[in-house]
Nanobody
Framework: VQLQASGGGLVQGGGSLRLSCATSGFTFRNYVMGWFRQAPGKEREFVAAISDSGHITRHADSVKGRFTISRDNTKNTLYLQMTSLKSEDTAVYYC??????????????????????WGQGTQVTVSS
């Protein structure tokens, strides 16, 4: 299982970024996928998750209405569209892959999955 997040960078407050997570080594369409983030000195926190088909999503309250998770099962890629960025969104963003049904995956309830595979993160820095 390989996950490679990209698309991070430095952006001004109110700006937008789109993160991508390119995957390989597994059957992407069979996995629940998610995004987490970790700010300096803080624990990793849930951002968003999406079902294997892409029909069901969940977003953390802190990003609801601003971030949108999506996936392209033909390209084996996960996305996170981020708009109206705030300084508190500054963190390293990680993608996660959980081989599970949506109802059984901890990602569907916004929690960490110990089974999940993780990629290297991408840094997002929002200047105020």
């Amino acid at each position: 299982v390989q996950l490679q997040a990209s698309g991070g960078g430095l952006v001004q407050g109110g700006g937008s970024l789109r993160l991508s997570c390119a995957t390989s080594g597994f059957t992407f369409r069979n996995y629940v996928m998610g995004w987490f983030r970790q700010a300096p000195g803080k624990e990793r926190e849930f951002v968003a998750a999406i079902s294997d088909s892409g029909h069901i999503t969940r977003h953390a309250d802190s990003v609801k209405g601003r971030f949108t998770i999506s996936r392209d099962n033909t390209k084996n890629t996960l996305y996170l569209q981020m708009t109206s960025l705030k300084s508190e969104d500054t963190a390293v963003y990680y993608c996660a892959a959980d081989y599970s049904s949506w109802v059984r995956s901890p990602l569907s309830s916004g929690t960490y999955s110990p089974r999940a595979d993780w990629g290297q993160g991408t840094q997002v820095t929002v200047s105020s």
